[in-house]
């Protein structure tokens, strides 16, 4: 049975419930919902900000457990207002480029705070289970 690494990262907004900000079991890495509340605890009036913001602490999250854009294999993104989704997808672009993992876009009534317009989580796949040889970073072929 491969290991499981759950982790909390500095930076991150804390829990509101109880949960990690990042599981890892084996090559196989799941990350939190991720929304866009900066470090300072403000949160960016327009959703494609939070977009920026939200996928700038998705990285921090795929990197402390070995991982990065290019090994999301599924987003789920969810917007209070189906129409941002024209705000959110260039910065969704620019941060997977060419990787194109599968998505599911969801709209809801409400994120967990006032002023919460996005929420992004991902799932990630890497070449090799946490505490093997060799570095991490190799796409996985199924």
């Given at each position: ?13 804390p ?11 084996g090559?196989?890495?799941w ?14 009036e ?17 990197r402390?457990a ?20 024209a ?5 969704r ?8 993992p ?5 709209a ?19 070449s ?15």
């Amino acid at each position: 049975m491969a290991e499981i690494q759950r982790l909390m990262v500095d930076g991150q907004l804390p829990p509101v419930s109880h949960y990690c900000h990042v599981v890892r079991a084996g090559n196989l890495v799941w990350v939190s919902g991720s929304v866009g509340v900066r470090p300072d605890g403000s949160i960016p009036e327009d959703a494609g900000e939070q977009m920026e913001v939200a996928l700038a602490n998705i990285d921090a999250c795929l990197r402390a457990a070995g991982a990065g854009p290019e090994h999301v294999v599924k987003v789920n993104v969810y917007l209070t207002d189906i129409n941002d989704r024209a705000r959110v997808n260039p910065p969704r672009q620019r941060y997977f480029g060419q990787h194109r993992p599968a998505s599911t876009l969801v709209a809801v009534s409400a994120l967990v705070l006032p002023g919460l317009k996005v929420e992004i989580e991902v799932t990630a796949a890497v070449s090799r289970e946490a505490g093997s040889d060799g570095p991490p970073g190799q796409v996985v072929t199924f």
